[in-house]
């Protein structure tokens, strides 16, 4: 199967208008068995402290570049990363080296990031933005992951810690199973009405968690099954019945907001289901003071 085949199938799992799926489709024809080109001795470091000899290895790779743009911690998601290197470690020992260079614009936030979230794996503070200037990444945080072979040629791309329609494309490929986006094993579609996919929290101590609950009707003639919730911030969690909803049935998204500090926020929660409006992209905003 062509190395486009692969990529092309991503395309089909993100959410994407049809009006951007063109630029999407020339961005995948443009990386498809692109080689991922490395800076000369890259350092590495834990937590951002301690240097350690860390090579680059001849084996897949899962690379990750995050910029400076945008809300840092919402890219970065160190506990989902976790997660994920623990299972592919769980049924692949040894056989996928994980890459993260960063290029900060305050390195003080990805350092506290690290702390927090006690992510003792070594990265790159690429305060050059070395890697960047080699390979010209796209800009779209969506696309600045990457699955490489041995030989660092792109084999798929996307951000497995923000969709798990990515994370399974990338499981399957590790693992050697078919990828040619057959509807085998896909539900039924069926339909959703939601309330409100918005909701304003108003202004409130920033200390203080805050709780919503937005519902999802099913109107359809089949049973509605969400596959995963996703959130744009680790600030945000999500919690809700993980049984199929028959048709005429509902289910609530109980979402729980934390603020790291006062802000004036606007946070995205995305819904995996079966309707054809997958995934759902719910907001919630408001002012922390």
Same mark, same amino acid.
């Given at each position: @199967?062509?190395?486009?085949?692969?990529?092309?199938?991503?395309?089909?799992?993100?959410?994407?208008?049809?009006?951007?799926?063109?630029?999407?489709?020339?961005?995948?024809? /443009?990386?498809?068995?692109?080689?991922?080109?490395?800076?000369?001795?890259?350092?590495?470091?834990?937590?951002?402290?301690?240097?350690?000899?860390?090579?680059? $290895?001849?084996?897949?790779?899962?690379? %990750?570049? #995050?910029?400076? %743009?945008?809300?840092?911690?919402?890219?970065?998601?160190?506990?989902?990363?976790?997660?994920? @290197?623990? &299972?592919?470690?769980?049924?692949?020992? /040894?056989?996928?080296?994980?890459?993260?260079?960063?290029?900060?614009?305050?390195?003080?936030?990805?350092?506290?990031?690290?702390?927090?979230?006690?992510?003792?794996?070594? #990265?790159?503070?690429?305060?050059?933005?070395?890697?960047?200037?080699?390979?010209?990444?796209?800009? /779209? +945080?969506?696309?600045?992951?990457?699955?490489?072979?041995?030989?660092?040629?792109?084999?798929?791309?996307?951000?497995? #810690?923000?969709n798990p329609k990515i994370k399974e494309?990338? @499981?399957?490929?590790? +693992?050697?199973? $078919? %990828?040619?986006? &057959?509807?085998?094993?896909?539900?039924? +579609?069926? $339909?959703?009405?939601?309330?409100s996919t918005s909701l304003y929290l108003?202004?409130?101590?920033?200390?203080?968690?805050?709780?919503v609950v937005f519902t999802l009707k099913?109107?359809?003639?089949?049973?509605? #099954?969400?596959?995963?919730?996703?959130?744009?911030?680790?600030?945000?969690?999500?919690?809700?019945?993980?049984?199929?909803?028959?048709?005429?049935?509902?289910?609530?998204?109980?979402?729980?907001?934390?603020?790291?500090?006062?802000?004036?926020?606007?946070?995205?929660?995305?819904?995996?289901?079966?309707?054809?409006?997958?995934?759902?992209?719910?907001?919630? @905003?408001?002012?922390?003071?």
């Amino acid at each position: @199967m062509k190395k486009y085949i692969v990529l092309l199938f991503v395309l089909f799992l993100i959410a994407c208008s049809n009006s951007r799926k063109q630029n999407v489709i020339t961005l995948l024809q /443009d990386w498809e068995g692109r080689e991922v080109r490395f800076p000369n001795h890259p350092v590495f470091t834990i937590q951002g402290r301690d240097t350690v000899n860390f090579q680059i $290895e001849d084996k897949c790779k899962i690379i %990750t570049y #995050v910029d400076s %743009t945008g809300c840092t911690s919402c890219k970065l998601k160190f506990s989902e990363w976790k997660e994920l @290197m623990n &299972t592919i470690d769980s049924l692949r020992p /040894d056989s996928v080296q994980f890459l993260f260079f960063f290029f900060p614009k305050r390195g003080t936030e990805i350092y506290q990031s690290l702390l927090a979230d006690r992510f003792k794996y070594p #990265v790159c503070i690429d305060e050059e933005d070395s890697l960047n200037k080699l390979n010209s990444f796209p800009s /779209d +945080m969506a696309f600045q992951t990457f699955l490489l072979d041995k030989d660092n040629k792109v084999k798929a791309i996307g951000n497995p #810690v923000h969709n798990p329609k990515i994370k399974e494309l990338y @499981m399957k490929i590790l +693992m050697g199973e $078919e %990828t040619t986006g &057959t509807n085998e094993g896909i539900n039924l +579609m069926t $339909e959703v009405s939601i309330d409100s996919t918005s909701l304003y929290l108003g202004n409130f101590d920033w200390e203080k968690e805050q709780k919503v609950v937005f519902t999802l009707k099913n109107t359809g003639d089949n049973t509605l #099954v969400i596959d995963a919730v996703s959130t744009s911030c680790g600030c945000t969690k999500v919690e809700y019945d993980k049984e199929p909803v028959r048709p005429g049935g509902s289910v609530d998204l109980h979402v729980s907001y934390k603020a790291e500090h006062p802000e004036h926020f606007n946070k995205t929660i995305t819904v995996y289901c079966n309707t054809k409006a997958s995934p759902l992209l719910l907001k919630i @905003m408001g002012n922390a003071e």
